[in-house]
């Protein structure tokens, strides 16, 4: 049985950790074959968006506490140093200026790494079964994937604060609360409400997506000066995109779909 499944249909990706015996937990093979997924996902001209999810009842656990961990256990400074770029399965770090959007359908647990896997998406869909949580601080040690910096990014300290130092996890309810997910939908349209946010995003110019996703990377943690000038440069440049005068025409005409919300966008 394949430890991950990759497919590909209509531009979207569907990426599924499969280990389910594991809680999908995340051993050296799989970490390396999410880093091939990622890559060949960032290179196919024939993919625009990604959707990430688990098989069986989580999402994702983590880092296999059995083969992933015991290397690190006295790993000297070099070391550290050597292969800390490599991230968890890459999106977390080292592939995570990727600027196609990716999803996440949470179907389970998201816990510990697999937390930070699901934070490293741009959009979090949450089944009502979704849990998340860090217990590392349990364990002897704590988020070293991107996990703080990322929850204090979309959620703030105070939550970053209580969930790390607690060590207690958060139901989907809290998790929505708190701006962690977008929604939460019922598990047995997790993939379905996956697809459709997909869909929207794929009726626009991807060109625009990808400047305006690369842009907040971009801005984040910066001064308002540097921002502010980052968004202007980014902006007026997608200016030069070919397929705008077509765009603007429809407009123009009023031919347009979804024009000033009055009907719907077809997806």
């Given at each position: ?16 950790l ?20 990622w ?21 994702c ?38 600027t ?10 998201a ?101 305006a ?39 123009y ?15």
């Amino acid at each position: 049985m394949p430890k991950l499944i990759y497919e590909k249909r209509d531009r979207i990706a569907y990426v599924t950790l499969n280990r389910p015996e594991a809680k999908n937990a995340i051993d050296p093979e799989l970490h390396r074959l999410l880093w091939r997924t990622w890559e060949d996902f960032r290179d196919d001209a024939g993919l625009d968006v990604a959707i990430l999810t688990g098989s069986g009842d989580a999402f994702c656990a983590g880092a296999d506490l059995k083969t992933f961990i015991p290397p690190w256990l006295g790993a000297d400074p070099l070391r550290v140093r050597r292969v800390v770029q490599d991230g968890l399965g890459g999106l977390t770090r080292g592939l995570h200026r990727l600027t196609k959007p990716v999803i996440a359908a949470v179907n389970g647990w998201a816990l510990a790494g697999g937390f930070e896997l699901a934070l490293a998406c741009d959009i979090r869909i949450a089944s009502e079964h979704a849990r998340f949580g860090s217990f590392e601080a349990r364990r002897g040690y704590h988020h070293g994937d991107g996990g703080i910096v990322r929850l204090v990014n979309t959620c703030g300290a105070g939550v970053a604060l209580e969930m790390l130092l607690t060590a207690e996890p958060i139901d989907a309810a809290r998790a929505l609360g708190c701006n962690l997910v977008a929604r939460v939908v019922p598990h047995a349209t997790l993939l379905a409400e996956a697809e459709r946010v997909a869909r929207q995003i794929l009726r626009n110019d991807q060109l625009a997506v990808r400047s305006a996703k690369e842009t907040i990377l971009d801005v984040l943690g910066r001064p308002l000066d540097d921002q502010l000038r980052i968004e202007a440069l980014n902006g007026y440049s997608c200016v030069a995109n070919p397929a705008i005068p077509g765009r603007l025409a429809r407009f123009y005409d009023k031919t347009d779909r979804g024009r000033a919300g009055t009907h719907a966008t077809d997806l």
